[in-house]
């Protein structure tokens, strides 16, 4: 893959496995309301949180991708409904946030940004909430592009343009990673973007859509396509 210069990268998923974060995030916070703030364990449990934060998603589809907003409303709506000063929902947050941002990194993850950042532009594409900056790998990245600031989310190929347009470089000079099949790898070609595809779960690719130009299964594996450039 030559004539590359820049490289957009997905977060969760692509980085590291966010399925198990979510969940000891959610866990450490329900402990943590349990014990601070009794009445609303004995109002609710996990499951009606679930039906709520469907509720409050339905109420609020513009929002639907701005999961810090969400959060926020429903753990603002709990804390009233609990009779709890909802301010005190911002709390909350801030366990959650902190416990989301403990993310462990795909074995040579942080190796190989910070080898392609000595030679490439690195910015990150991201619908989630992940803060680099908690995470400690924001110095590796140019800049960082999100569903939330721009207004779109990935696959929508409006995301990508404001990316290309921050890399200064043309659109046939940046190459985009990430895991999921539409979201990434579809709505990256849609911009014109090269493609690669992060298939760490060793999946079956969907026939229905176009095929990535390249498949790695580790995220080290991106350092081997680009190593032309780099030496």
Same mark, same amino acid.
């Given at each position: 893959?030559?004539?590359?210069?820049?490289?957009?990268?997905?977060?969760?998923?692509?980085?590291?496995?966010?399925?198990?974060?979510?969940?000891?995030?959610?866990?450490?916070?329900?402990?943590?309301?349990?014990?601070?703030?009794?009445?609303?364990?004995?109002? +609710?449990?996990?499951?009606? *949180?679930? /039906?709520?934060? &469907? %509720?409050?998603?339905?109420?609020?589809?513009?929002?639907? =991708? !701005?999961?810090?907003?969400?959060?926020?409303?429903?753990?603002?709506?709990?804390?009233?409904?609990?009779?709890?000063?909802?301010?005190?929902?911002?709390?909350?947050?801030?366990?959650?946030?902190?416990?989301?941002?403990?993310?462990?990194?795909?074995?040579?993850?942080?190796?190989?940004?910070?080898?392609?950042?000595?030679? +490439?532009?690195?910015?990150? *594409?991201? /619908?989630?909430? &992940? %803060?680099?900056?908690?995470?400690?790998?924001?110095?590796? =990245? !140019?800049?960082?592009?999100?569903?939330?600031?721009?207004?779109?989310?990935?696959?929508?190929?409006?995301?990508?343009?404001?990316?290309?347009?921050?890399?200064?470089?043309?659109?046939?000079?940046?190459?985009?990673?990430?895991?999921?099949?539409?979201?990434?790898?579809?709505?990256?070609?849609?911009?014109?973007?090269?493609?690669?595809?992060?298939?760490?779960?060793?999946?079956?690719?969907?026939?229905?859509?176009?095929?990535?130009?390249?498949?790695?299964?580790?995220?080290?594996?991106?350092?081997?396509?680009?190593?032309?450039?780099?030496?």
């Amino acid at each position: 893959m030559l004539n590359i210069k820049a490289i957009t990268i997905d977060l969760d998923d692509t980085l590291w496995d966010i399925e198990p974060v979510i969940q000891a995030a959610e866990a450490e916070l329900w402990d943590w309301l349990s014990l601070n703030y009794p009445r609303i364990a004995k109002i +609710y449990n996990q499951q009606e *949180i679930v /039906n709520l934060r &469907a %509720d409050v998603a339905n109420k609020h589809p513009e929002k639907a =991708f !701005d999961y810090r907003f969400m959060r926020r409303l429903i753990l603002r709506e709990i804390f009233k409904r609990a009779d709890y000063p909802e301010e005190y929902a911002e709390d909350a947050f801030t366990v959650f946030d902190i416990a989301r941002n403990n993310v462990k990194l795909y074995d040579g993850a942080q190796e190989t940004l910070e080898l392609l950042s000595a030679d +490439y532009k690195l910015i990150a *594409i991201t /619908n989630g909430n &992940a %803060d680099l900056n908690k995470i400690g790998l924001r110095h590796l =990245f !140019d800049d960082v592009v999100t569903a939330v600031d721009v207004g779109f989310a990935k696959p929508d190929k409006r995301i990508f343009q404001e990316a290309i347009k921050r890399s200064k470089v043309d659109v046939h000079e940046i190459v985009h990673v990430g895991d999921n099949p539409e979201a990434d790898i579809v709505g990256a070609a849609s911009a014109g973007l090269v493609t690669v595809w992060m298939n760490s779960q060793q999946i079956e690719w969907p026939e229905k859509y176009q095929k990535p130009d390249k498949t790695i299964m580790s995220i080290s594996e991106l350092c081997g396509l680009l190593i032309p450039r780099i030496n």
